[in-house]
């Protein structure tokens, strides 16, 4: 049964993130809000829904590691696992006046992370800078973008396109409500069944964090990244992995502390968060060299993120047996 609490718990997570961002999005379209302003919040923030639910359910169920997990291990996800994948259906490229703004914040909130995570806890105050620094850099982002009407603004209007759906207003609402609730209890089921899978499979509930549910609650990414390189709209899909990953940083971990103070376990400073770091600049290094991600950049990301689960899994026993 757990199993299968886990397995609709994911399915929820993926249908209900979809739900609520097409419907929120057709909701903000009727009302008037720019396609830009849609792209920058509802979509950008909107994939990170699971993330963000499932990491303050297990915070306030008493399992801050899987939330911190979640958060390292699905930034690690979407740019090694999703932007791997989507280089791989197509080259992207890469805006550099956007990248040049949002690579540096990437980098200054991974960092942020690391620093927090070396301080063993982060509190209420540090989740509310956390807030207000993501709060500024909308702000800032919507505020440059508005004036300059550059590539990167089109790209944040070509991700609210994608998302709309040519439905009524009730429609929409009905969606984006139903979406909620989907994410809510998906997020329920799902961290319940991994509270109860770790133990049983010999893994800490760190690993659990880092793989099971952040994979799973990166589906939404996953999906809207690969159907739009499919699309042939890699830069959408590059976008959406950016915006995710700042949003993971400072906003869900932000959000998890302000509520309730989240510690954070040194299992990950031996390991994962150096990663999520170094995945970061990575992407960086990979982004200037040519203003795009190639398909032999999308392999070495593809096979980073293996390698990376094999040494995560093969460090704790028997659980890697277990999953293997």
């Known amino acids: 049964?757990?199993?299968?609490?886990?397995?609709?718990?994911?399915?929820?997570?993926?249908?209900?993130?979809?739900?609520?961002?097409?419907?929120?999005?057709?909701?903000?379209?009727?009302?008037?809000?720019?396609?830009?302003?849609?792209?920058?919040?509802?979509?950008?923030f909107g994939t990170s829904m699971p993330e963000l639910v499932s990491s303050i359910q297990a915070a306030v169920r008493g399992a801050p590691a899987i939330a911190v997990g979640n958060v390292i291990g699905s930034n690690i996800a979407n740019v090694l696992l999703i932007l791997g994948a989507s280089?791989?259906?197509?080259?992207?490229?890469?805006?550099?006046?956007?990248?040049?703004?949002?690579?540096?914040?990437?980098?200054?909130?991974?960092?942020?992370?690391?620093?927090?995570?070396?301080?063993?806890?982060?509190?209420?105050?540090?989740?509310?800078?956390?807030?207000?620094?993501?709060?500024?850099?909308?702000?800032?982002?919507?505020?440059?973008?508005?004036?300059?009407?550059?590539?990167?603004?089109?790209?944040?209007?070509?991700?609210?396109?994608?998302?709309?759906?040519?439905?009524?207003?009730?429609?929409?609402?009905?969606?984006?409500?139903?979406?909620?609730?989907?994410?809510?209890?998906?997020?329920?089921?799902?961290?319940?069944?991994?509270?109860?899978?770790?133990?049983?499979?010999?893994?800490?509930?760190?690993?659990?964090?880092?793989?099971?549910?952040?994979?799973?609650?990166s589906m939404p990414e996953f999906a809207t990244s690969v159907m739009a390189a499919i699309r042939g709209k890699g830069d959408v899909a590059f976008g959406n992995v950016v915006g995710s990953n700042i949003f993971n940083a400072l906003g869900i971990l932000g959000g998890c502390a302000l509520i309730s103070p989240v510690a954070v376990s040194s299992e990950f400073l031996r390991f994962d968060v150096w990663v999520m770091v170094g995945t970061a600049v990575l992407l960086v290094v990979f982004a200037v060299t040519g203003w795009r991600l190639s398909r032999r950049e999308g392999v070495v990301f593809l096979a980073t993120y293996g390698l990376y689960l094999v040494a995560l899994l093969t460090t704790n026993g028997r659980g890697a047996i277990a999953l293997i």
Not at 89 to 106: M, N, Q, S, W
Request: without cysteine.
């Open 87 to 217: 280089a791989l259906i197509l080259p992207i490229a890469t805006r550099k006046e956007a990248f040049r703004r949002d690579g540096i914040v990437l980098i200054g909130a991974s960092l942020l992370l690391l620093v927090l995570a070396l301080r063993g806890e982060i509190g209420r105050w540090e989740g509310l800078i956390l807030l207000v620094l993501l709060a500024g850099y909308v702000g800032y982002t919507y505020a440059t973008e508005r004036m300059s009407s550059d590539a990167s603004a089109e790209m944040h209007s070509a991700q609210a396109e994608a998302h709309a759906a040519p439905v009524s207003v009730w429609l929409a609402l009905t969606l984006a409500v139903g979406g909620i609730v989907g994410v809510v209890f998906g997020a329920d089921l799902l961290i319940g069944a991994a509270i109860e899978i770790a133990p049983r499979l010999g893994l800490s509930e760190a690993v659990v964090g880092l793989t099971l549910v952040a994979v799973g609650t």
């Open 1 to 44: 049964m757990t199993w299968i609490e886990l397995i609709i718990g994911l399915a929820l997570l993926l249908g209900g993130g979809e739900a609520l961002v097409r419907g929120s999005v057709s909701v903000a379209t009727r009302l008037g809000v720019s396609q830009l302003m849609i792209g920058l919040t509802l979509v950008g």
